[in-house]
Structure formats: structure tokens, C-alpha cells
């Protein structure tokens, strides 16, 4: 018997190359926030000696190919765009109300596109939605006021777009900076002291309409989190383009997650099983915002999301490998949805504390910015995939896998969700013959931390698909294969 065994074939991994929806390329989005005194982000990715973005920081952008940059957050709520253009030595420092510190404002608007023209990436800005009610934050004191109206918005719009716009052009940009993407409310619905839906509702169409009054080509996205969405596009649905809300993630699981600094690694076990049931989390999310948004013709648009733990620079355990390939589970759920989710992101952009980052800089003055495991994840799977999605008809026990094909190629993203038991599979393509395949793959230890003198352990290592179409995918892996295919249906 234990001889028959050892000749069972592997279990199969069947695809439909069958297109059945368009993948948009700007699930790869990444989020850029000046976070003041909470995290050196923006403020240590600037140069101020040379006055350019960190080289080490462009170098490593471009390797990770971030299809989208967005610019805002709850900054946006108190940023007033028109500071931080224009002469560097006139610009005017602001106080950053939420995050602490002060923003010497020498990256803005200029800055912000020039660094996407340099990585490849589309700009997306958030503007500031009358504080999206929040008076503490359009009042803040001294004398300050941080309101910032639907004109204003309309002329952001139009000092970046208009060939003509006089503004810009005195300051030295005579092309347009162009910038396509635009939000309109960020987190509004969170806050009990802001807005209330109705209001954030009217208020949306007001700036819709002076925005594409400067602008009608751009496209917008409207706040539909925590509910809204219904009545947000009962009242503006026809103004805009997304419905935008975002996403933490967290354990499904009853019992209390070991997630702390102290705790993840003494329980690797029960770490693993919380984990990865976060894609279960965002696929609960999901489906409650596609319920909300059934019918409106309207895409969802994730423009924020993350993991967060409790300890310092938001938990260690943000750095290791297991949370690499929860991630992955957490963007195969997105590619599957990817008929009504179009905009999409798994992490913050970039910062010196914050684990959440994508990616880490060293402490000013060092080199060697470095993608943490959350950014090897989107790397792999942003090189490595096809335009259109295309079903799984069958796969192991294990695998969390999803496909997509351009053409002859067809692509799999696959995950192991076994923190360590390897999964042996014969991969086919329905009505079809694999004529070769490649594969790039990270396997390592789930709780290894990664830093920046560590950090190529999480490289993908490639290698070429035997012609038996076998493969065996190792414990707490990630996985992004290419197979070429005889291309006998439409694509």
C-alpha cells in the first residue's frame, strides 16, 4: 500500500483560460501621507540637500511598480494646496493637526507628480472637503483657517490640467502637471463630529461640479464607507466615477489574536491561524460594499488599507514573512472581485516607523530603502499577471490561487496557506496544451523579521516549470507562475 501511495499522482490545479473580466491596473495602488512627527514619511523621503526625492527611495519604488500613487489622507482635511507651491523659500510650513509636528511643505503638488512621473505611476490627490466637517480641524486655533472650499478644489484642479492656467505656469511648470484621479472626502463618515451623510452627500455634488467645471475629462471618487454608499449615490452617484472606502484587517477568530510584540512568536501556531484569516475579514467588507453598490454602474475604489498591530511602529509582526503571505490571500480576494473593485491598496507608502509601510527608509543620512514583506508580495504579483481574469476550476486542498491571461499566458498567483506542509499539484489549462512555464516564488521562514540588512531574503527566486507540469509549492509560500499555452480560445 505505502508503495501505491508513493505512485498517486499530485492532486490538479485546473484553469479555465475562459476571459471573464478586465483586471484594472490600479489594484497596485500605494498611499502617500505626510504623517508629521508619527512616522518620518514624506518629510525623510525628501533630499533637502539637492532638493530631489531620495534616490535609494526611487530606485526601489520603480522595482516595486506601483501603478497608482495617492496623495492625502486625513491631511487632507487641514491642507491647503496652494502652500506648498511656488517659490521654495515663500512657501508656508503647516501645522500637522492630526499627526503632529510641522510640514515644511517643500513637497506639494509639483513635487508629488514629478516623483509619479519618475516611478511610472498615475497621480491620485484627495482635496480638502471642508474638513469633511470636522470643526477642530478647520478651526484649529491661532488664528487659523484650514476650510478648504469647492473654488479651491476647482482651481487645484485647474492649476494642474489647464495648458493655460497662468498660476502654474508662473511657477515655472509651463506643461500641465495632469492629474487625472480625484477624491472628494477621505474617512469622512468616521468621525461622529463631522458630516453626517446627507450632508457629505450635497456637498459632494457642490464640489463634483466645480471640479469638472474646471475639468470635465477627470474622474472622480465620492466616500461611500460605513453605510453611505446608497445614499451617496442616490444624491451624487451621477457626478461620480468610484465609491471609495477602506479596509483594516483583522482576525475572524474568537479567541484574542497574539499579536503583540511579545506574544506572536512564543505561539507561531496560533499567530498563523489568526492571520490568515484576515482575507476573510476583507472579504466580509467586500461583500457588504458591493451589496451597497449593486446596480449603479459605479466601481469601488480601496483607497487606504492595511494591517495594524498593537506595539511599537505599529508591531513587529508587521515585519515577518507570515504576514507576507496573508497579504497575498488578502490581494487574490481583490483580483477575484476585480469586476467591481478597481482601485486597490494592501499598505502605506513609504516611512522610517510605521510597519505598515510598503517601504522602510533607514534613518536619514543612510541609504538602502527596502520593501517590507507586504511590498515583495504586490512586487511579485504586479510583474508577474495577466489583463484579463480567468477562473479556477479546481485546485488542492491549501492553496489560495487565483488566475488571470494575456493572450497565449496564463498566469497563477497562488498562496500556501500552511504554515508547514508542502502542496504538490499538476497544473493544467482547460481544453488547452502547456507548452512551457515559469515560476517565481518566495518561501521562507514565516516569522523571520525583515530589515534592511536582511532584506533580499524575500527576493523571488525564478525557475523553469518541469514538463510534467508538477510543482510543488512549499510551506507558507508565494507563488506567481507563468504558463505559456497553445491559444485555441478567445482572449
Known amino acids: 500500500?505505502?508503495?501505491?501511495?508513493?505512485?498517486?499522482?499530485?492532486?490538479?490545479?485546473?484553469?479555465?483560460?475562459?476571459?471573464?473580466?478586465?483586471?484594472?491596473?490600479?489594484?497596485?495602488?500605494?498611499?502617500?501621507?505626510?504623517?508629521?512627527?508619527?512616522?518620518?514619511?514624506?518629510?525623510?523621503?525628501?533630499?533637502?540637500?539637492?532638493?530631489?526625492?531620495?534616490?535609494?527611495?526611487?530606485?526601489?519604488?520603480?522595482?516595486?511598480?506601483?501603478?497608482?500613487?495617492?496623495?492625502g489622507g486625513c491631511l487632507a482635511s487641514y491642507y491647503r494646496w496652494r502652500e506648498a507651491v511656488g517659490p521654495?523659500?515663500?512657501?508656508?510650513?503647516?501645522?500637522?493637526?492630526?499627526?503632529?509636528?510641522?510640514?515644511?511643505?517643500?513637497?506639494?503638488?509639483?513635487?508629488?507628480?514629478?516623483?509619479?512621473?519618475?516611478?511610472?505611476?498615475t497621480p491620485l490627490m484627495v482635496v480638502n472637503f471642508e474638513s469633511d466637517g470636522r470643526k477642530h480641524w478647520a478651526r484649529p486655533g491661532k488664528g487659523q483657517n484650514r476650510l478648504g472650499t469647492a473654488r479651491e478644489a476647482a482651481e487645484w484642479?485647474?492649476?494642474?490640467?489647464?495648458?493655460?492656467?497662468?498660476?502654474?505656469?508662473?511657477?515655472?511648470?509651463?506643461?500641465?502637471?495632469?492629474?487625472?484621479?480625484?477624491?472628494?472626502?477621505?474617512?469622512?463618515?468616521?468621525?461622529?463630529?463631522?458630516?453626517?451623510?446627507?450632508?457629505a452627500a450635497r456637498k459632494t455634488v457642490r464640489f463634483a461640479k466645480a471640479m469638472r467645471g474646471a475639468d470635465p475629462t477627470i474622474k472622480l471618487i465620492g466616500w461611500g464607507d460605513s453605510g453611505w454608499a446608497p445614499r451617496m449615490l442616490d444624491v451624487a452617484g451621477e457626478h461620480l466615477d468610484y465609491i471609495a472606502f477602506h479596509g483594516g484587517y483583522r482576525s475572524t477568530l474568537s479567541k484574542r489574536p497574539p499579536f503583540g510584540d511579545s506574544?506572536?512568536?512564543?505561539?507561531?501556531?496560533?499567530?498563523?491561524?489568526?492571520?490568515?484569516?484576515?482575507?476573510e475579514w476583507a472579504a466580509r467588507k467586500l461583500r457588504e460594499m458591493r451589496r451597497q453598490t449593486d446596480g449603479s454602474g459605479l466601481p469601488l475604489a480601496l483607497t487606504e488599507s492595511h494591517?495594524?498591530?498593537?506595539?511599537?511602529?505599529?508591531?513587529?509582526?508587521?515585519?515577518?514573512?507570515?504576514?507576507?503571505?496573508?497579504?497575498?490571500?488578502?490581494?487574490?480576494?481583490?483580483?477575484?472581485?476585480?469586476?467591481?473593485?478597481?482601485?486597490?491598496?494592501?499598505?502605506?507608502?513609504?516611512?522610517?516607523?510605521?510597519?505598515?509601510?510598503?517601504?522602510?527608509?533607514?534613518?536619514?543620512?543612510?541609504?538602502?530603502?527596502?520593501?517590507?514583506?507586504?511590498?515583495?508580495?504586490?512586487?511579485?504579483?504586479?510583474?508577474?499577471t495577466g489583463k484579463k481574469a480567468v477562473r479556477i476550476l479546481k485546485a488542492p486542498k491549501g492553496l489560495d490561487v487565483t488566475a488571470s491571461r494575456t493572450g497565449g499566458r496564463v498566469w497563477l498567483h497562488v498562496a500556501n496557506t500552511s504554515?508547514?506542509?508542502?502542496?504538490?499539484?499538476?497544473?493544467?489549462?482547460?481544453?488547452m496544451t502547456m507548452a512551457s512555464g515559469k515560476v517565481w516564488q518566495i518561501a521562507e521562514d514565516p516569522f523571520v523579521e525583515i530589515?534592511?540588512?536582511?532584506?533580499?531574503?524575500?527576493?523571488?527566486?525564478?525557475?523553469?516549470?518541469?514538463g510534467s507540469g508538477a510543482w510543488t509549492f512549499p510551506a507558507a509560500s508565494v507563488s506567481a507562475l507563468e504558463l505559456k499555452v497553445d491559444a485555441e480560445r478567445p482572449s
Open 419 to 431: 504554515m508547514t506542509k508542502a502542496v504538490k499539484a499538476r497544473l493544467g489549462v482547460a481544453g
Open 263 to 279: 506574544e506572536f512568536a512564543e505561539d507561531p501556531a496560533s499567530t498563523w491561524r489568526h492571520l490568515m484569516t484576515g482575507a
Open 307 to 384: 494591517y495594524s498591530f498593537p506595539g511599537p511602529h505599529r508591531g513587529r509582526l508587521l515585519s515577518t514573512w507570515a504576514v507576507g503571505v496573508a497579504y497575498a490571500r488578502i490581494f487574490n480576494l481583490y483580483q477575484r472581485n476585480g469586476d467591481a473593485l478597481k482601485i486597490a491598496t494592501l499598505a502605506d507608502f513609504a516611512g522610517t516607523r510605521w510597519s505598515n509601510n510598503a517601504i522602510m527608509l533607514p534613518v536619514p543620512g543612510e541609504q538602502g530603502a527596502y520593501m517590507q514583506p507586504v511590498a515583495r508580495v504586490m512586487q511579485l504579483f504586479r510583474h508577474h
Open 1 to 71: 500500500m505505502a508503495a501505491s501511495a508513493r505512485r498517486k499522482p499530485p492532486p490538479t490545479l485546473v484553469v479555465d483560460p475562459e476571459p471573464v473580466f478586465e483586471l484594472s491596473p490600479h489594484l497596485y495602488m500605494q498611499f502617500m501621507e505626510p504623517l508629521g512627527a508619527t512616522d518620518g514619511s514624506v518629510e525623510a523621503s525628501w533630499n533637502y540637500r539637492t532638493d530631489e526625492w531620495r534616490a535609494d527611495l526611487v530606485k526601489v519604488t520603480k522595482e516595486l511598480g506601483p501603478t497608482m500613487i495617492r496623495w
Open 157 to 199: 484642479v485647474d492649476y494642474c490640467n489647464n495648458p493655460k492656467n497662468t498660476e502654474r505656469r508662473g511657477n515655472g511648470s509651463l506643461r500641465p502637471l495632469r492629474i487625472d484621479f480625484w477624491q472628494i472626502g477621505n474617512e469622512t463618515s468616521y468621525d461622529p463630529k463631522g458630516f453626517d451623510c446627507e450632508t
Open 88 to 121: 521654495r523659500d515663500a512657501r508656508v510650513p503647516m501645522m500637522n493637526l492630526l499627526w503632529r509636528g510641522i510640514e515644511t511643505n517643500q513637497v506639494g503638488t509639483h513635487e508629488f507628480v514629478e516623483f509619479c512621473r519618475k516611478v511610472r505611476a
Open 451 to 466: 530589515w534592511r540588512m536582511n532584506s533580499d531574503r524575500l527576493a523571488p527566486v525564478g525557475k523553469r516549470l518541469p
